[in-house]
């Protein structure tokens, strides 16, 4: 069981390493504390050059949130958009996690999952926030289309 919990930590702190946070606002001012934020940070898609996602989600502030144990709200938004030509580097799954970031101290995760809609030629993403116990049905959705000249090339 240790060596369980030991790798699901390990394994989100690998993907929440590849985002990059280019920013944050308050929303709730801690006079002793840190506040409660919107932190703001962008990832790009690992398997899909030319692809950057920028997620927005909630950062609980004060004492818990400052020693990393407080409990995120499952408040998220992604914006995925081509930043260059798009390129693949083998062949995709038709639905793939790509972003994985804790949001509570154990068992709570911000996740993008990247889905293929083959006969339009897009790139969906979608950011929930999952729970061991219970979930949340919060959301969020965006699209790339991917030029009709290149089909998406999936496994």
């Known amino acids: 069981m240790k060596r369980l919990l030991l790798s699901l930590l390990l394994t989100s702190a690998a993907f929440a390493a590849s985002a990059e946070t280019i920013g944050d606002v308050s929303t709730t001012f801690k006079l002793l504390s ?11 898609d690992p398997d899909v050059g030319g692809v950057a996602c920028y997620l927005s989600h909630a950062k609980t502030g004060g004492y818990s949130g400052a020693l990393g144990f407080a409990e995120d709200t499952a408040d998220a938004a992604v914006a995925c958009r081509q930043v260059g030509p798009i390129t693949f580097k083998d062949k995709i799954d038709k639905q793939d996690e790509v972003f994985n970031a804790r949001s509570s101290f154990l068992f709570k995760h911000v996740r993008v999952v990247r889905m293929v ?12 926030s999952d729970k061991i ?6 959301n969020s959705v965006t699209a790339v289309a991917v030029p009709t000249n290149q089909p998406i090339p999936v496994k």
């Not at 809609?117 to 969906?124: E, H, P, S």
């Not at 116990?133 to 919060?138: H, V």
């Open 34 to 44: 840190p506040n409660d934020k919107v932190v703001m940070d962008v990832f790009d």
């Open 117 to 128: 809609d083959v006969k339009r030629n897009t790139l969906v993403y979608l950011v929930y």
């Open 133 to 138: 116990i219970e979930g949340s049905p919060k």
